[in-house]
């Protein structure tokens, strides 16, 4: 059973940074991919950064690359997002979400275990 937990959420003014960190538990190989979704309030959920933990390969939104960093730690099961440079229209729920394979791709109907989500809120 893939159990996923996200933290470090939480407001911060534009400009500021966030590490978010998602606990990953029910993987027994490193044979799957891992990612960064967001939903803001009324708008569809974003893909924003994926991650392959065999290799951690890495693919970016446009609309994050270069501010945001999507990175994991194996030996702690731990998927991490560095969101530097934030601005107002990042705010929303960032969610954790994990399948297995390798999956280069950002469409969040593709990834089959979520978690719960964490609120991002960045004041201009």
């Known amino acids: 059973q893939v159990h996923l937990v996200e933290s470090g959420g939480g407001s911060v003014q534009a400009g500021g940074s966030l590490r978010l960190s998602c606990d990953a538990s029910?993987?027994?190989?490193?044979?799957?991919?891992m990612g960064w979704f967001r939903q803001a309030p009324g708008k569809e959920r974003e893909g924003i950064a994926t991650i392959y933990i065999r290799d951690s390969s890495t693919l970016y939104a446009s609309s994050v690359k270069g501010r945001f960093t999507i990175s994991q730690d194996s030996a702690k099961n731990t998927l991490y997002l560095q969101m530097n440079s934030l601005k107002p229209e990042d705010t929303a729920m960032y969610y954790c979400?994990?399948?297995?394979?390798?999956?280069?791709?950002?469409?969040?109907?593709?990834?089959?275990?979520w978690g719960q989500g964490t609120q991002v809120t960045v004041s201009s």
């Open positions: 979400a994990a399948r297995s394979g390798y999956w280069y791709t950002l469409r969040s109907s593709l990834f089959t275990h």
């Open positions: 029910g993987y027994t190989d490193s044979y799957y991919s």
